[in-house]
C-alpha cells in the first residue's frame, strides 16, 4: 500500500508539472499571457462550445467553434475562412492593440478582430451560447462587447444569434455558405434579411434571390408552413429602432438545434437527436419545386397539388403558351382582360405565400379595409394584403408591378395568408380558373378614407445611424485618448494605473524610453491647471515622497498627482528637480486602509478579497510578463495597492520599479529599498531581486488579505512568530482556514480560502526557484482544477528578539537594510 501511494503522489507531481496546458483545457478565455495554441482549445464555462484550430480535411487550418459534447465534429464558426494558415502551427493570441489575432508560424496575421486600437485590457472568451467575445477585462459590465463572432457569422445560426441590422451600428450579420464540405472558405450562398419593402429572409446565390421564406406576418413567414406549431423552438423577427433582427430561442436549451446555408445552397435547420447521435434535418428549403425563387413567373401562382404545379389567376393566362405546355412556367402570367382602373375590384386568394416583397410599400397605421381603398385608387396598385394576421390583423402592404413567387398552400392550415389581387370588375363574376384558387369576394364595395402610404425609410434610416455612429466613435476614441501627445497605438488600463505618467519640466526618461513604454505625456501646465496650480485646498495629502494633489483634467477626468520631492535617490530613475506621477484618482483610496482597520475590514467580504487577490495577480504577472519590459515592482505591498470604486484593485508605485530588459532576469543591487515584511530572503540580505522577489511579497499581500493581519506587527505580540510563520505552523497542523479574518467568516468558500492560503505560502517559499511565477499563480488561482505541490519551508520566519529581527535562513551574516539591523540566525 505504502508503494502504491508514494507512486501516487509522485505521479501526481509529475502531473502537476506537465499537465498543466492540457489542464487548462478547461479555460474558456484568452489573454494576452496565455494565448491559444495548437494543441489547446478554449471550452465554454458550461462546455457547450469548443473552440481551436481544426482542419476541414483539407490540411489547412482554421480556427473554429464547435460543440463540445458532440462527437461528430459541427463547426459552427469559422474565424479565417478566407485566410487558412498553410503552415501546421499558430497562436491565436491578444495583440498590443487590444485585438485578437491569428499568426501564422512566420508570425504574419492572418485573421484579426479588426476594431480600434484599445485603450483597456482585453480578454477573449467563448460564452456557453457559442458566441466568442472581445471585452475588456474588468469591466462593469460583462456584456460590453468590443466585438463577438455573432456579428460575424459564418454559415451558421445559433439560438440568440442575430440576423439582419443592428441600427445603431450599422452591423449587418447575414450567413454564407462554405465554398465546399471540407472548404469554409466564402461559398456562393448567403442568406440574409432582405429589407427593402416588406422584410423577408432570402437566400441567394451571390445577386440572385434562390428562395425566400415570404414576409413576417406577425406569426410567421408566410412561406414556411413547416415552422409552424413547434413546442421546442420559438422565432422572432424584431423591428425597432435598435434593430430589425430575425432570430430564434430554443425552449428547451438541452436541444442543440441550428440553422445552416449548406455549400450546395440548402437552408436547413437541424436538431441533435441524442438517443441516435444524429442532426436530424427538421426542414430544408427549397424544399420542393414551389418553393423554388419564381418557378411560374410574374403573376404566376405555384401549387404543388395540381398540375401542372404553375397556374395563372382568373383573368390571368399563360404569357408564353408553348413554354407553359412544356411545364415552363417561368415566363408567367398576363392579363387576359382589359382593366378599369375605376371599376376594378379584387380577388381573395387565401392561403398564399406572399408576393416578393423588395417593391412592396408598407403603412402600420392603417387597417385592411383602408389598405384596400388605397389600392383601389391607385391604379398601379396590383395587390394587398394585411401586414400583421394578429388579433385579426393590422397594417397595410401594397404592391406595385409584378407579382412574384406566389405560391398557393392547399394541405396545411398554417400555409400562407390572405391575398387581395386586382381583377377586372368582368373576371370577378366568373369561375375560378385552373387549380384550386379561389374567386375572391368583391372588394368594390370597401369605403374609406384614402391615406397617404408611407415608404418605408428603413433604408435611409441605417445609412443615417451609420454616419452619426462612425461619428460618435470617432469621438469617442479621441476623447479617451486625451491629452496623449506620444505616437502611441495603445494606453494601459490594467492593473497598473492607466494614468501612470511621468513627466517633468525637464524629461527625465530619455524620449525612445518613454515611447516604448507607451504611457499618456502630459505637460506641465496642464496638471498646474489640473491641480489649481497644486493648491492647497486640492491637496490629498502628503507622504514620504511629496504631495499628492487632486486634479481634474479638462475632460472631467479626476487624478491624483504627485509632486515629488527633491530627494530621490531611489533605486531606479530620476535627477531632476520636478517630477510629477499622475494617477487616476482612487475612490477607496488603498488596500490597507481598509484590509486593517477593524471597521472597514467587514467591507471586504470573501469574494471581493479573493477579485483583489486575482486582481493583483493579473496586474503583477502583466508587469513580469505582459508590458514590453520586464518590471519588477519591488515595494509590493497593501499600501501600494489602490481601490477604485467598484474595489478593483490597482497596483501602484513604481517609485523604486526596476525595468528589465526582455532577457535580464535578475540584478542587483547595492540599495535595498522597499518594505520590511514582504521583502523575499534574498532580496534583503543580497540584493537580490528578480520576478521572484514580487512573487514572496505577493504572497506576502495573499496571506494579509486571507488574514486581515499585518505580516509585521502582528497583533498578537506575545506571539513570536510573525503571519508567515502562523501560516505556515497552522498549515502543517491542518488547521489553515483559522487563518481566515474573523470578520467575515460568516461567508466564504472553504475551498477557495485554503487554495489562497496554499498559493501564499508557496509564493513566499524560502528559495527563489521554488516560488511559481505570477503566470503560475494566476492560472493556480483561475482554475480548481489544477493541482498544486505543497509549500515547503516560508523565507522569513520572524521572530522579534530585543527589536532585532531574526530569519530562519543562512548563518551569522547580517546586513543593514535602511537603518534596520538585521540578524541572521539558523532557526532550522
Ligand atoms: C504566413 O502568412 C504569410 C501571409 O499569408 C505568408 O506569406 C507566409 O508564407 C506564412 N508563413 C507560413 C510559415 O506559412
Ligand atoms: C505560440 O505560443 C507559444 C507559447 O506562447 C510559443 O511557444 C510558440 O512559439 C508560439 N507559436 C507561434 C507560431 O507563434
Ligand atoms: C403584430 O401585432 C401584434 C398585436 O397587435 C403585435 O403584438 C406584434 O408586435 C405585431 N408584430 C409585428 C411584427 O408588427
Ligand atoms: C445540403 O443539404 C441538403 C439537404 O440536407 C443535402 O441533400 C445536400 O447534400 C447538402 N449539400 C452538401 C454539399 O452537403
Ligand atoms: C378601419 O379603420 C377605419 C378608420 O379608422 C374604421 O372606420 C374602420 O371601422 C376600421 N375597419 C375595421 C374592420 O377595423
Ligand atoms: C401608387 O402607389 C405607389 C406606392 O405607394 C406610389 O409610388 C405611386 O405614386 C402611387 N400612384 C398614384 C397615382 O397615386
Excluded at 147 to 164: I, V
Aim: proline share 3%; aromatic share 10%.
Amino acid at each position: 500500500m505504502k508503494t502504491l501511494h508514494s507512486h501516487g503522489s509522485t505521479f501526481m507531481f509529475v502531473f502537476s508539472l506537465f499537465f498543466y496546458p492540457f489542464l487548462s483545457q478547461a479555460i474558456d478565455t484568452i489573454t494576452p499571457t496565455q494565448p491559444l495554441t495548437i494543441k489547446q482549445t478554449l471550452v465554454s464555462n458550461g462546455e457547450v462550445f469548443e473552440l481551436g484550430f481544426f482542419d476541414p480535411g483539407n490540411n489547412n487550418l482554421y480556427i473554429g467553434i464547435w460543440y463540445k459534447q458532440i462527437q461528430q465534429k459541427t463547426y459552427v464558426w469559422v474565424a479565417n475562412r478566407d485566410n487558412p494558415i498553410t503552415s501546421s502551427s499558430g497562436n491565436l493570441t491578444i495583440a498590443s492593440n487590444g485585438n485578437m489575432v491569428l499568426v501564422n508560424q512566420t508570425g504574419t496575421v492572418v485573421w484579426s478582430t479588426n476594431q480600434p486600437t484599445q485603450v483597456v485590457k482585453t480578454v477573449g472568451q467563448l460564452l456557453d451560447t457559442g458566441n466568442f467575445v472581445l471585452r475588456p477585462e474588468n469591466d462593469e459590465n460583462p456584456e460590453n462587447y468590443i466585438w463577438q463572432s455573432f456579428d460575424y457569422p459564418t454559415d451558421t445560426l445559433l439560438p440568440e444569434m442575430k440576423l439582419g441590422w443592428d441600427r445603431k451600428s450599422g452591423i449587418h450579420r447575414f450567413l454564407r455558405s462554405w465554398k465546399t464540405n471540407i472548404v469554409p472558405s466564402t461559398g456562393d450562398y448567403s442568406f440574409k434579411l432582405d429589407i427593402t419593402g416588406f422584410p423577408e429572409l432570402v437566400t441567394m446565390n451571390d445577386e440572385t434571390i434562390t428562395w425566400r421564406t415570404g414576409p413576417w406576418n406577425g406569426l410567421r413567414f408566410s412561406g414556411t408552413p413547416q415552422m409552424v406549431g413547434l413546442n421546442i423552438m420559438k422565432f422572432e423577427l424584431q423591428d425597432n429602432s435598435d434593430e430589425i433582427t430575425y432570430s430564434f430561442e430554443m425552449l428547451d436549451s438541452s436541444i442543440y438545434s441550428r440553422f445552416v446555408v449548406n455549400s450546395s445552397g440548402i437552408s436547413q435547420r437541424l436538431v441533435w437527436a441524442e438517443t441516435t447521435k444524429t442532426w436530424n434535418t427538421f426542414w430544408y428549403f427549397p424544399g420542393d419545386f414551389c418553393d423554388q425563387f419564381g418557378e411560374c413567373g410574374p403573376f404566376g401562382v405555384c401549387d404543388t397539388s395540381t398540375a401542372p404545379f404553375c397556374n395563372c389567376m382568373t383573368g390571368f393566362r399563360p404569357k408564353n403558351k408553348q413554354a407553359w405546355d412544356l411545364r415552363d412556367g417561368k415566363d408567367g402570367c398576363v392579363r387576359s382582360s382589359v382593366m378599369d382602373c375605376g371599376s376594378d375590384g379584387f380577388l381573395l386568394l387565401k392561403n398564399m405565400k406572399l408576393p416578393e416583397s423588395s417593391n412592396a410599400f408598407v403603412d402600420q397605421t392603417i387597417n385592411l379595409s383602408e389598405c384596400g381603398a388605397i389600392c383601389k385608387k391607385n391604379c398601379s396598385c396590383a395587390a394587398y394584403a394585411s401586414m400583421n394576421i394578429t388579433e385579426g390583423g393590422s397594417g397595410c402592404v401594397i404592391w406595385v408591378g409584378d407579382l412574384m413567387d406566389m405560391r398557393h398552400y392547399v394541405d396545411s392550415e398554417y400555409g400562407g395568408q390572405d391575398l387581395y389581387v386586382r381583377a377586372a370588375a368582368s373576371d370577378l363574376d366568373q369561375s375560378v380558373g385552373a387549380g384550386s384558387l379561389k374567386k375572391g369576394s368583391n372588394n368594390g364595395n370597401h369605403v374609406g378614407k384614402i391615406v397617404g402610404i408611407t415608404i418605408s425609410t428603413c433604408v435611409v434610416l441605417t445609412f443615417l445611424l451609420i454616419l452619426v455612429y462612425l461619428k460618435r466613435k470617432k469621438t469617442r476614441n479621441l476623447k479617451k485618448s486625451f491629452n496623449r501627445t506620444g505616437p502611441q497605438e495603445r494606453t494601459e488600463d490594467f492593473v497598473v494605473n492607466k494614468g501612470v505618467v511621468v513627466q517633468s519640466r525637464r524629461d527625465y526618461y530619455n524620449e525612445t524610453t518613454m515611447d516604448e513604454l507607451e504611457l499618456p505625456l502630459f505637460d506641465f501646465r496642464t496638471l498646474a491647471m489640473a491641480t489649481n496650480n497644486f493648491s492647497d485646498t486640492n491637496k490629498l495629502g502628503q507622504g514620504g515622497f511629496g504631495c499628492v494633489y487632486k486634479g481634474t483634467l479638462t475632460e472631467g477626468e479626476v487624478v491624483a498627482v504627485k509632486r515629488l520631492s527633491r530627494i530621490c535617490e531611489q533605486g531606479c530613475c530620476i535627477e531632476v528637480e520636478e517630477k510629477l506621477l499622475i494617477y487616476e484618482f482612487m475612490e477607496n483610496k488603498s488596500l490597507d486602509m481598509f484590509l486593517f482597520d477593524k471597521e472597514k475590514n467587514v467591507k471586504l467580504n470573501w469574494k471581493m478579497r479573493l477579485d483583489i487577490i486575482r486582481g493583483i495577480a493579473r496586474g503583477l504577472l502583466y508587469l513580469h510578463q505582459d508590458s514590453r519590459f520586464k518590471i519588477i515592482h519591488r515595494d509590493m505591498k497593501a499600501s501600494n495597492i489602490l481601490l477604485d470604486k467598484d474595489m478593483n484593485p490597482k497596483i501602484s508605485d513604481f517609485g523604486i520599479a526596476r525595468i528589465f530588459g526582455r532577457d535580464q532576469t535578475e540584478a542587483e543591487t547595492k540599495i535595498v529599498v522597499g518594505t520590511y515584511g514582504y521583502m523575499s530572503p534574498e532580496y534583503a540580505m543580497d540584493g537580490h531581486f528578480s520576478t521572484k522577489s514580487d512573487v514572496f511579497s505577493f504572497g506576502v499581500l495573499i496571506l494579509e488579505i486571507v488574514s486581515g493581519k499585518r505580516n509585521r506587527g502582528s497583533s498578537n505580540t506575545t506571539s513570536q512568530l510573525n503571519l508567515l510563520g502562523q501560516a505556515w505552523k497552522i498549515w502543517n497542523e491542518d488547521n489553515a482556514l483559522e487563518l481566515l479574518d474573523e470578520s467575515i467568516r460568516a461567508k466564504f468558500s472553504e475551498n477557495e480560502v485554503l487554495r489562497c492560503i496554499q498559493i501564499g505560502l508557496l509564493c513566499v517559499q524560502e528559495q527563489s526557484e521554488d516560488r511559481p511565477d505570477m503566470a503560475n499563480v494566476v492560472l493556480l488561482l483561475s482554475s480548481e482544477n489544477v493541482r498544486m505541490p505543497q509549500p515547503k519551508h516560508p523565507g522569513f520566519f520572524i521572530r522579534k528578539i530585543n527589536k532585532e529581527i531574526e530569519y530562519s535562513s543562512k548563518d551569522d551574516d547580517s546586513k543593514t537594510i535602511n537603518g534596520i539591523t538585521i540578524s541572521i540566525l539558523d532557526g532550522r
